[in-house]
């Protein structure tokens, strides 16, 4: 296990940003694939955001347009920029690591977002 710590949480106002970071410790490279996921209430977690090693993303639809997924190597930490939040945005917020080589997979703790005016 590569432990992966997210920060950057908390409570905004519809149509406010928040960006995300998840730090890994050790480095981001073991990671072939970077991924957030959310997790609403009484919901299962699903997929938001993807980023792999040569940079190609890939969002969810509810998301396209709003988020932005990064990942600086030089600091293995990868980043979820999100805009224009939505009350249906709320959620637990986690990042996700795997790798199709070594078979790695690795999830955070969870970062709470709440969007509520």
């Known amino acids: 296990q590569v432990p992966l710590v997210e920060s950057g949480g908390g409570l905004v106002q519809p149509g406010g940003s928040l960006r995300l970071s998840c730090v890994v410790s050790?480095?981001?490279?073991?990671?072939?694939?970077m991924a957030w996921y959310r997790q609403a209430p009484e919901k299962e977690r699903a997929f938001i955001a993807l980023?792999?090693?040569?940079?190609?993303?890939n969002y969810a639809d509810s998301v396209k347009g709003r988020f932005t997924i990064s990942r600086d190597n030089a600091k293995n930490t990868v980043y979820l920029q999100m805009n224009n939040l939505k009350p249906e945005d709320t959620g637990v917020y986690y990042c996700?690591?795997?790798?199709?080589?070594?078979?790695?997979?690795?999830w955070g703790q969870g970062t709470q977002v709440t969007v509520s005016s």
């Open positions: 996700h690591g795997a790798s199709y080589i070594s078979g790695l997979n690795s």
């Open positions: 050790g480095s981001i490279s073991a990671f072939t694939d």
């Open positions: 980023i792999v090693g040569g940079g190609t993303t």
